[in-house]
């Protein structure tokens, strides 16, 4: 394991590099594209025109018939039929024209009447001779009152009655002419109309009360007013026919649609059909592959971009992403795998995989959101993967049940971190899958059989125990690998059953409850600053576990006992006191200790002096040296390894107070931080001087907390003394 971990050390170090980093993720899409290529390869069909389907062949994809559309909107428009305008202006216009010619045979009359009113006043002689105009003469000055196309149009016959008639003859004759004209007008007359209107006209005139030269007249008027007052409309019958035409939905060949059923004669429209939708000739074509490219490229941006805008130490970065590459790597391996057993035509095979596995343990090992993000991604890869027997490229039921199963154990573990309680993450994720797999199978209304239930609960729980179980087989290789201490492991070794804090407890109880006090302490402080307070509290609990060789020559430890260090020289003192962070390093090494745990027991101290001793030790020799009397370092380089040297220090300086008051203690505890800025104790880690402020005033006031004041109970004060 040891060898196994110095090679990712090694990979690790690499990816700092920034030309082997896209190449990391180069070699992730490389994975993607050979997973998923034979998915998205266009499927080639050998079929000839005019030959027989071997199988039932569905479109895959939904594309437009334009010929369809086409032919479509061509019968629309020629079912509109053609628009004729009924101009209403005709109407009035021909019984103006036949109302004019009446009045103009009555304005005859009235200049013939004054004709010979004129010659009876100029005749000299009695009685006096009056000249009439004839019949001719009075049709030629009638017609020279109308047009000549009036003129030309109708006959001398039918002038010579007008004429001949009386002015009240032709008012009543005009009233039945124009009334009949306008009854008959006022309706529709197309072309093949025209004759039919007139003959009309001519049966409500002829059986009139006029004169038999009067009624023919009329008639003869009638007939020659009527004409055709329906015309057809081109702009507007154009109009209804493009209307027509863009109400005809595009004709498209749906996904999934069945182009050919088994069995069936191929013929020029269905080979057509195929040929539109891609499926002849379609070794040359290069988009699904393409679009694939695309995909995968967003897939490798979102977490390029991810994992560059991590807020955590370089180093640990690039832990995480070569982590997060060999987790993704086993799930899409997982996930070919399963897909290629499809070709055993097993229903819904893809329900089996162990959706929860990279989420769960992205979520413990690395983060919450990388392992939602992950969740989706793997979703979309799913979906590509298990895309046999459906129309389409993608299976979005597959999609949906992936994710879905992912984010159930994700979230039940959000605030949940001991390891047992994986198992229980794994049912939930069953207990969604089967959810999600009943939302599946009765959303589009689907009938099943009882085995087929069967299948799928066994599929849901199969698919959410085995995600527990590996990822809780595979946790310890990944954290022994990478060397991580993930906040379930840290739970773990604070577990007071733990062979090393039971070996405190045992042996050194004094130092267990400093531990348990300076764990309190830094937890408060480096959650105050945004610190990890579980490392803190877990390092707190270790970092003076080199005390257990020599408890008793620490004062916490000296109860009921005489301190050794009276009978020793203050530099072997010192050595000894020295001596705790060494071997504490050596033992948790041994035991194969997390790096920052053991990280937390060599830097609490960091090159601080022991006052005390060096001294005590000047009074006998002034020539001693410093630095016999300082720790060996080194600083501390995080922020929870000088939480914890300032919780050390400041729980030890209380403790040893008679009566330690809200003022002492924040007196105290501001002059050890003080002296600790002074010696340069903390210039190696990034704490910043608004958050030693934080840490300062957090631990005052935990420590208020911690040495409260209490009250006397008299009935116990009477006791004390009384005894």
Do not use: W
């Not at 050390?9 to 993607?32: A, E, P, S, W």
């Not at 009233?175 to 007359?189: E, F, P």
């Not at 009938?447 to 595979?474: C, D, K, M, P, R």
């Amino acid at each position: 394991m040891e060898k196994l971990q110095e090679h990712f050390i090694r990979i690790r170090k690499l990816l700092d590099n920034t030309f082997f980093r896209i190449l990391f993720f180069l070699v992730l899409g490389i994975v993607l594209f050979t997973a998923m290529f034979n998915n998205v390869k266009p499927e080639k069909l050998d079929i000839e025109l005019f030959s027989v389907a071997g199988k039932t062949i569905r479109s895959p994809g939904t594309v437009e018939d334009k010929k369809s559309t086409e032919k479509k909107r061509k019968e629309a428009r020629d079912q509109v039929q053609a628009v004729y305008t009924l101009k209403n202006e005709y109407t009035q216009n021909r019984v103006d024209l036949i109302t004019s010619i009446f009045s103009a045979a009555a304005e005859v009359n009235d200049e013939v009447k004054d004709n010979k009113k004129k010659q009876a006043a100029e005749a000299s002689e009695e009685p006096p001779q009056i000249i009439e105009p004839s019949v001719s003469e009075k049709v030629t000055m009638l017609k020279s009152k109308l047009t000549p196309t009036v003129s030309k149009d109708l006959s001398d016959q039918v002038f010579s009655a007008l004429v001949q008639a009386n002015n009240e003859e032709l008012s009543i004759a005009k009233d039945l002419t124009v009334t009949a004209i306008n009854n008959v007008m006022t309706k529709r007359i197309s072309a093949d109309e025209v004759e039919n209107a007139k003959k009309r006209v001519e049966e409500e005139v002829k059986y009139s009360a006029l004169s038999e030269n009067m009624r023919i007249a009329a008639i003869d008027l009638g007939r020659y007013a009527v004409i055709q007052n329906e015309f057809y409309d081109p702009s507007a019958t154009e109009e209804l026919r493009r209307q027509a035409a863009e109400s005809v939905e595009p004709v498209k060949i749906l996904q999934g649609q069945i182009i050919v059923e088994e069995g069936k004669l191929i013929n020029q429209d269905i080979y057509r059909q195929l040929k539109l939708v891609g499926l002849l000739h379609n070794e040359k074509s290069f988009k699904p592959f393409i679009g694939l490219v695309v995909l995968i490229s967003i897939i490798l941006t979102s977490l390029y971009c991810y994992f560059y805008q991590m807020k955590s130490h370089p180093e640990k970065r690039q832990s995480f992403l070569l982590l997060f590459g060999m987790i993704f790597i086993l799930s899409i391996f997982l996930l070919k795998i399963l897909s290629m057993l499809q070709v055993f035509n097993y229903s819904a095979i893809g329900y089996l995989f162990p959706a929860a596995l990279a989420g769960m343990m992205i979520k413990i090992l690395i983060d919450e959101k990388l392992a939602i993000m992950t969740s989706i991604i793997l979703a979309v890869c799913g979906s590509v993967l298990f895309n046999e027997g459906v129309s389409g490229t993608l299976n979005f039921s597959e999609g949906i049940y992936i994710l879905f199963s992912a984010l159930g154990g994700i979230l039940f573990l959000s605030n949940q971190n001991q390891r047992s309680k994986i198992l229980q993450a794994g049912i939930f994720s069953a207990v969604v899958n089967l959810l999600t797999i009943l939302a599946l199978m009765y959303l589009p209304n689907g009938q099943y059989s009882g085995l087929e239930y069967g299948y799928y609960f066994i599929t849901a729980l199969v698919s959410g125990i085995a995600s527990a179980v590996l990822t809780i087989g595979l946790l310890p290789f990944f954290e022994a690998s990478f060397g991580i201490l993930s906040t379930m492991r840290m739970i773990e070794l604070s577990n007071p059953n733990h062979p090393l804090l039971r070996k405190i407890l045992m042996e050194a109880p004094g130092t267990y409850h400093h531990s348990v006090m300076v764990a309190n302490l830094a937890e408060s402080a480096c959650e105050a600053i945004g610190a990890n307070g579980l490392l803190a509290r877990v390092g707190s609990y270790y970092h003076d576990i080199g005390k257990t060789r020599r408890p008793n020559f620490f004062i916490e430890n000296q109860i009921h006992h005489d301190n050794p260090h009276d009978r020793l020289p203050p530099d072997k003192s010192a050595s000894i006191i020295i001596a705790h962070v060494t071997d504490g390093s050596n033992m948790l090494k041994k035991c194969h200790m997390p790096k920052e745990i053991i990280e937390i027991a060599e830097q609490h101290h960091g090159t601080t002096l022991l006052k005390f001793f060096y001294h005590k030790a000047l009074q006998a020799n002034p020539d001693v040296r410093e630095d016999d009397f300082r720790y060996p370092g080194p600083k501390a380089q995080s922020k929870e390894s000088a939480v914890v040297g300032i919780a050390d220090s400041v729980e030890a300086a209380v403790r040893s107070l008679s009566q330690p008051t809200p003022e002492l203690i924040e007196s105290l505890v501001k002059k050890i931080v003080a002296d600790r800025l002074q010696d340069g104790q903390l210039n190696e880690c990034d704490l910043t001087m608004k958050e030693i402020e934080t840490v300062t005033f957090t631990l005052c006031e935990t420590l208020k907390g911690i040495f409260h004041s209490r009250i006397e109970y008299p009935e116990l004060t009477k006791k004390v003394k009384q005894a």
